[in-house]
């Protein structure tokens, strides 16, 4: 089974993410959270990550390790990002919070490996 795994398909312009009408005729980001709006921004691309995913049968040990490996690809860019951000700055448990080691720990466990992805360049 090939994973086509695609996070990151560019820069996703800020009209695309719906705003709640503020008065007659204004619209302003700031009246929905930055999850409301995440998540309409990312909508379509988290639904054909789920299609994806869903083709894994976790119960089959090497759909398993695929699932962990594409996990993995896309986590740790990710993570690495929001460290160099400064994330300890706004989660000061952020080594707590993050998936990193248990991540690499259960892919060392079951003999897969990782390929991060490529961080988006700006």
């Known amino acids: 089974m090939v994973l ?12 695309s993410i719906q705003t709640a009408p503020i008065g007659p005729g204004r619209h302003e980001n700031c ?3 930055i999850r ?8 379509e691309t ?8 869903g083709k894994f049968d976790l119960r089959r040990r090497s ?8 996990s993995a690809a896309a ?4 993570e690495d990002a929001v460290v160099q951000a400064g994330v300890e700055h706004i989660f000061p448990d952020w080594a707590v919070r993050s ?4 991540v690499l720990e259960d892919i060392a466990r079951i003999g897969g490996v990782v390929h991060p ?3 988006p360049v700006n």
């Open 4 to 15: 086509k795994l695609c996070l990151w398909s560019g820069p996703m312009p800020i009209s």
């Open 31 to 33: 009246c929905l959270g």
């Open 36 to 43: 409301t709006r995440l998540r309409q921004a990312t909508a």
């Open 46 to 53: 988290h639904a054909q990550l789920d299609e994806q995913f």
């Open 63 to 70: 759909d398993y390790r695929g699932f962990l490996e594409a």
């Open 75 to 78: 986590l740790l860019p990710l």
């Open 99 to 102: 998936r990193r080691q248990a």
């Open 117 to 119: 992805l490529a961080a």
